[in-house]
């Protein structure tokens, strides 16, 4: 069987079952982020490692100073998914021996923009010789305060969904100039407490299910409710992907006052109320895969 | 200007100038490793990031057990030039959809085996679709002693220079099967105080001078001491590289009892005086590049 046909999230589960671990880890593959640290430790320490290639993630032709911003962007989105912050960052680059100088530093002069912007540092790299095709493959470290990290696998029963901003049709521009929703997800962690959160990388309709399996539920999902970009359909909220945007469910009790709170401190952002948690496994009614890497 | 006229050394240099940074960064680029802690810490943190390539750093007909033994022990070797300990590592893999699944796992039981035999928990890693080529992107944390940290730029004129092992030839094996010298550097930050230290990836004529220049040196390279693997002229031990031996620089006064401590430590690996730091930049009598990504 080759890969394509066994498919992403297969793949990941065979290849993340019993894999070498130690005591200090929390959380190994299956969230956002890694999680490092002792029971007791006031702070955790967060890893991640994502990849953007050529052809994949964005085209030939791309500005290589959005690509730069994207690569380092979409792992800060997911720092901010456990509620943590970001720190340090490494690059990894495979690029063709032909390529410009000034392309790189273009895709650089990216890189460097979005880790000012977050206060991020680039600390190290690595750059190997491709066969053509340019691939920037970005670890980032953060960290986040025990009491306010979010997981995957803690939604309950009942939890309230929510999703910021609006989904779909991301491949116009968005996907390319995506804010990471770090300011967001810190207010909230700081005067909420989300059971569940993911940013949303391969559409809701992909998303969601990994969320809800992961806390052992299954959901309803309000699909008239879902925030639609202009000129979306709900086939494109749900499946197009790269959204970038917060996931995250949360007991109900809360969901009210954040519903008057948030207004007020994120006045342009929308967060909207798409559905609930369940206690059993559910499917969502409209099919819709939403992104897999080999399919 | 492309990469490959420009060549590796001159890219990193241009792409690592002015990268934003933190108060918390001892070390960015130009180390074997990146070092994050505050200058009081007791213990420095370490990250690394290193990829291996299909058709750069194996052929496409290798058993990709070795190859996953090679992606991580390269990124412990790294850790181990530090004198630290090597914990926590990601894996970012690009592979083409046709791959065999099995070719995935046999893979990954390579990189568990390294794993689990120098003390390193797997937490994560992420899939993508590749043109055609493997290459497995490692990242690697590590933490060491703060007084047991050895950077390349604190070497000293008159220092004595030593390598572990012998060199030369690893392309008939040695660059998949080797095992980092972990254990080596270790005892040896535990018992005398080196001042500058690396592994010697890209072949001693490339990394020596590497060495020398961040320490601010030059220096005299005994090359009819170069000890040479069986079968390898002096240009082999000094521009094939992957050999993964320790290159480090220490005292006069230190030479001496780690010269007859050594073998009683080591006895069946050897440990080689090749020369001194001196205090004007000098050039190496034979010109030996050693490994150039780009060129």
Same mark, same amino acid.
């Given at each position: 069987? =080759?890969?394509?046909?066994?498919?992403?999230?297969?793949?990941?589960?065979?290849?993340?079952?019993?894999?070498?671990?130690?005591?200090?880890?929390?959380?190994?593959?299956?969230?956002?982020?890694?999680?490092?640290?002792?029971? @007791?430790?006031?702070?955790?320490?967060?890893?991640?490692?994502?990849?953007?290639?050529?052809?994949?993630? *964005?085209?030939?032709?791309?500005?290589? @100073?959005?690509?730069?911003?994207?690569?380092?962007?979409?792992?800060?989105?997911?720092?901010?998914?456990? +509620?943590?912050?970001?720190?340090?960052?490494? %690059?990894?680059?495979? &690029?063709?021996?032909?390529?410009?100088?000034?392309?790189?530093?273009?895709?650089?002069?990216?890189?460097?923009?979005?880790?000012?912007?977050?206060?991020?540092?680039?600390? #190290?790299?690595?750059?190997? @010789?491709?066969?053509?095709?340019?691939? /920037?493959?970005?670890?980032?470290?953060?960290?986040?305060?025990?009491?306010?990290?979010?997981?995957?696998?803690? +939604?309950?029963? +009942?939890? /309230?969904?929510?999703?910021?901003?609006?989904?779909?049709?991301?491949?116009?521009?968005?996907?390319?100039? *995506?804010?990471? @929703?770090?300011?967001? &997800?810190?207010?909230?962690?700081?005067?909420?407490?989300?059971?569940?959160?993911?940013?949303? $990388?391969?559409?809701?309709?992909?998303?969601?299910?990994?969320?809800? !399996?992961?806390?052992?539920? +299954?959901?309803?999902?309000?699909?008239?409710?879902?925030?639609? =970009?202009? =000129?979306?359909? %709900?086939?494109?909220?749900?499946?197009?992907?790269?959204?970038?945007?917060?996931? *995250?469910?949360?007991?109900?009790?809360?969901?009210?006052?954040?519903? $008057?709170?948030?207004? !007020?401190?994120?006045?342009?952002?929308?967060?909207?109320? %798409?559905?609930?948690?369940?206690?059993? %496994?559910?499917?969502?009614?409209?099919?819709?895969? #939403?992104?897999?890497? *080999?399919?």
């Amino acid at each position: 069987m =080759n890969l394509k046909s066994l498919g992403e999230d297969r793949l990941i589960a065979a290849l993340t079952r019993g894999l070498p671990s130690r005591s200090d880890v929390r959380v190994a593959a299956g969230d956002d982020c890694a999680v490092i640290g002792g029971p @007791r430790d006031l702070r955790w320490r967060l890893l991640k490692t994502d990849a953007v290639a050529e052809g994949v993630h *964005f085209l030939p032709t791309e500005d290589l @100073r959005r690509v730069g911003w994207k690569a380092l962007c979409r792992a800060i989105s997911d720092i901010a998914a456990m +509620g943590g912050v970001p720190e340090h960052a490494l %690059i990894a680059l495979a &690029a063709p021996p032909t390529m410009e100088v000034a392309q790189v530093q273009a895709l650089y002069a990216g890189l460097r923009r979005a880790a000012r912007k977050f206060g991020v540092a680039i600390v #190290g790299g690595e750059t190997t @010789r491709s066969q053509g095709r340019l691939s /920037v493959t970005v670890t980032l470290t953060g960290s986040v305060e025990r009491a306010h990290c979010v997981l995957r696998s803690t +939604g309950r029963a +009942g939890d /309230v969904l929510f999703v910021t901003g609006r989904l779909g049709g991301s491949i116009a521009g968005h996907h390319l100039d *995506f804010k990471p @929703r770090l300011t967001e &997800a810190r207010w909230l962690v700081e005067h909420y407490r989300p059971r569940a959160m993911m940013d949303l $990388s391969d559409g809701l309709g992909a998303d969601l299910p990994r969320l809800a !399996k992961a806390s052992g539920c +299954g959901y309803l999902l309000d699909e008239s409710a879902v925030p639609k =970009n202009r =000129n979306c359909t %709900i086939a494109q909220a749900l499946g197009d992907g790269e959204d970038y945007e917060l996931l *995250f469910a949360i007991a109900p009790r809360e969901a009210t006052r954040l519903e $008057s709170s948030w207004p !007020k401190a994120f006045p342009k952002l929308p967060l909207t109320r %798409i559905g609930t948690l369940t206690g059993k %496994i559910t499917a969502l009614r409209r099919k819709s895969a #939403g992104y897999d890497h *080999f399919a």
